[in-house]
T-cell receptor
């Protein structure tokens, strides 16, 4: 069964601290995509990254970095030197390969609420 | 290039009523999917439309129905509203059937409150 688990419900840090958001997924497919989205209080889902199952290279984008490890089915997200503007709910999501039994839909975790205090 | 627009942004309905939510997909996108996000939860897949046909459905009852029009805009209809239908409804469009491959563009959502 497909599943995404974000075990951390809420995280609170002080500005400039580094913070890692954990994501563990379950799938039987070998082809899939993983996503991270940011959801500010306004509600829209802001796309952060998409990674396919065949690309295990870690990625860095400014203060953001992602660590994808297929061996542990994890796709963790780290914010370096956090800022107050990083405060939001962060979602990890899985999209399995589109096919006869899969719609390719996004399966979201429960989300992690990050609060960055000044 | 316009993004995904949803209307209305907020809506209050009474239990038992019917509601229609609208979504204009991003230019060039032929696939639209709808998600329900209850408070404090992650979004849950309702259904997906590809070129005017439903090609995937999540675990939602038949009173949740939809349409996709020739211009690829979409509607989500919910009949016999229940209190638990109160949620943020998100629409996402993509270039093809597998949004995972093509990527998704999400709208800002419609916040529905059922009283």
């Amino acid at each position: 069964a497909q599943k995404v688990t974000q075990a951390q419900t809420e995280i609170s840090v002080v500005e400039k601290e580094d913070v890692t958001l954990d994501c563990v997924y379950e799938t039987r497919d070998t082809t899939y995509y993983l996503f991270w989205y940011k959801q500010p209080p306004s509600g829209e889902l802001v796309f952060l990254i998409r990674r396919n199952s065949f690309d295990e290279q870690n990625e860095i984008s400014g203060r953001y970095s992602w660590n994808f490890q297929k061996s542990t089915s994890s796709f963790n997200f780290t914010i370096t030197a956090s800022q107050v503007v990083d405060s939001a709910v962060y979602f990890c999501a899985l999209s399995e390969a589109f096919g006869s039994s899969n719609t390719g839909k996004l399966i979201f975790g429960q989300g992690t609420t990050l609060q960055v205090k000044p | 290039e316009t993004g995904v627009t949803q209307s209305p942004t907020h809506l209050i309905k009474t239990r038992g009523q019917q509601v229609t939510l609208r979504c204009s997909s991003q230019s060039g996108h032929n696939t639209v999917s709808w998600y329900q996000q209850a408070l404090g939860q992650g979004p849950q897949f309702i259904f997906q439309y590809y070129r005017e046909e439903e090609n995937g459905r999540g675990n939602f009852p038949p009173r949740f129905s939809g349409l996709q029009f020739p211009n690829y805009s979409s509607e989500l209809n919910v009949n016999a509203l229940e209190l638990d239908d109160s949620a943020l409804y998100l629409c996402a469009s993509s270039l093809g059937e597998w949004g995972g491959f093509y990527g998704y563009t999400f709208g800002s959502g419609t916040r529905l409150t059922v009283v």
